[in-house]
T-cell receptor
Framework: NAGVTQTPKFQVLKTGQSMTLQCAQDMNHNSMYWYRQDPGMGLRLIYYSASEGTTDKGEVPNGYNVSRLNKREFSLRLESAAPSQTSVYFC??????????????FGDGTRLSIL | GNSVTQMEGPVTLSEEAFLTINCTYTATGYPSLFWYVQYPGEGLQLLLKATKADDKGSNKGFEATYRKETTSFHLEKGSVQVSDSAVYFCALRGGGNKLTFGTGTQLKVEL
């Protein structure tokens, strides 16, 4: 079972470059999420998509854009990378059934360094 | 807004020691509570959850009880192993799909 797959696993960018992080899930989940993880700050939600065709801002959306390409794929784009965006990025997905609390399933992360 | 506070790490224990990682929360309404674990180089995995007051979540020898009166969800394990070394995150889910995470607590278990 692949679960949530993120590509690439590692990337180094120069300030001002653009980059798209890819995420795909094979669990037929309707909701998908992008987080960043920084030391001492836990995980912070960047954007999420409750269903195909919808996206919403999370806690720290500035400097990012997202695309829910289809039910499986949810990409995160940095248009002009800045050193403050150096982080580990996690994609997650979940099936949302009203009245239940389903867990989010996470990918292994993308380690992004911006010089 | 919602928030989660965890004890700071790192926590270093000897194998077979008792583990407690404290977690308290602030939320409106009746959130669901979760513990996630992150092994080195990997993403987060759900460890256990509790959806209402007095529920006890348990998995792999870990337990946590949802205490509404103290707004707490402390993680415990009676006898830790070296393989339990990881970062543990407490999280809550209020209205909607979004999770609010604590900052994480690193656990290191030594022989």
């Amino acid at each position: 079972n692949a679960g949530v797959t993120q590509t690439p696993k590692f990337q180094v960018l120069k300030t001002g470059q653009s980059m798209t992080l890819q995420c795909a899930q094979d669990m037929n989940h309707n909701s998908m999420y992008w987080y960043r993880q920084d030391p001492g700050m836990g995980l912070r939600l960047i954007y999420y998509s409750a269903s195909e065709g919808t996206t919403d801002k999370g806690e720290v959306p500035n400097g990012y854009n997202v695309s829910r390409l289809n039910k499986r794929e949810f990409s995160l784009r940095l248009e002009s990378a800045a050193p403050s965006q150096t982080s580990v990025y996690f994609c997650a997905s979940s099936v949302e059934v009203q009245g239940t609390n389903q867990p989010q399933h996470f990918g292994d992360g993308t380690r992004l360094s911006i010089l | 807004g919602n928030s989660v506070t965890q004890m700071e790490g790192p926590v270093t224990l000897s194998e077979e020691a008792f583990l407690t990682i404290n977690c308290t929360y602030t939320a409106t309404g009746y959130p669901s509570l979760f513990w996630y674990v992150q092994y080195p180089g990997e993403g987060l995995q759900l460890l256990l959850k509790a959806t209402k007051a007095d529920d006890k979540g348990s998995n792999k020898g870990f337990e946590a009880t949802y205490r509404k009166e103290t707004t707490s969800f402390h993680l415990e394990k009676g006898s830790v192993q070296v393989s339990d070394s990881a970062v543990y995150f407490c999280a809550l889910r209020g209205g909607g799909n979004k999770l609010t995470f604590g900052t994480g607590t690193q656990l290191k278990v030594e022989l």
